[in-house]
């Protein structure tokens, strides 16, 4: 059972360029969810989307789009890379939330990119 | 200031010993999760506490609603539970989840 698979696992670009960050769960999760990692700081939220067809912005959505492409799917594009985009970049996953039932999510096992 | 603060930032123990890494938040939640990552990265969700206490095997997981704080014990630290411990909150009513900085953990044989 593979649960949520990213894409690729490294990556080195350079400022200007583009790229996109593939995601993909096989639990038939409703929501799905972006992060950065960067070192001293915790995870921070760029994207997600609580269910096939939405989309909302995180703590740190500037320079970042996503494509909730169908239930499984959930991708992350970087249209003109900067240096501060360096990160190590998580894709998770989890049943809806819904009022006080909280679910766990589910994580992929990152993306280390480099942008220089 | 953080919403959730997580301390201490890094703890070194020898194996055997009882560690507590704590827990502190500033909102009113909804529920607390504790996570671990792997040194190669990987994470995965431990616990999900709203109120009381959770053991899984030697992690036991402990909330205090009314003073806004967990904490995380394992008993008979083991290297292999080296890793970093992350707390999350999700605040009353948010669909996200916000995480404190994480507690490196360091268990030597």
């Known amino acids: 059972n593979a649960g949520v698979t990213q894409t690729p696992k490294f990556q080195v670009l350079k400022t200007g360029q583009s790229m996109t960050l593939q995601c993909a769960q096989d639990m038939n999760h409703n929501s799905m969810y972006w992060y950065r990692q960067d070192p001293g700081m915790g995870l921070r939220l760029i994207y997600y989307?609580?269910?096939?067809?939405?989309?909302d912005k995180g703590e740190v959505p500037n320079g970042y789009n996503v494509s909730r492409l169908n239930k499984r799917e959930f991708s992350l594009r970087l249209e003109s890379a900067a240096p501060s985009q360096t990160s190590v970049y998580f894709c998770?996953?989890?049943?809806?939330?819904?009022?006080?039932?909280?679910?766990?999510?589910?994580f992929g096992d990152g993306t280390r990119l480099s942008i220089l | 200031k953080n919403e959730v603060e997580q301390s201490p930032q890094n703890l070194t123990a020898q194996e055997g010993e009882f560690i507590t890494i704590n827990c502190s938040y500033s909102v009113g939640i909804s529920a607390l999760h504790w996570l671990q990552q792997h040194p190669g990265g990987g994470i995965v969700s431990l616990f999900m506490l709203s109120s009381g206490k959770k053991k899984h095997g030697r992690l036991i997981a402990t909330i205090n609603i009314q003073e806004k704080h967990s904490s995380l014990h394992i008993t008979a630290s083991h290297p292999r539970d080296s890793a970093v411990y992350i707390c999350?909150?999700?605040?009353?009513?948010?669909?996200?989840?916000?995480f404190g900085q994480g507690t490196r953990l360091t268990i030597n044989p």
């Open positions: 999350a909150v999700r605040r009353q009513g948010a669909q996200k989840l916000v």
């Open positions: 998770a996953s989890s049943e809806a939330f819904q009022g006080n039932r909280d679910q766990p999510q589910h």
């Open positions: 989307s609580a269910s096939e067809g939405t989309t």
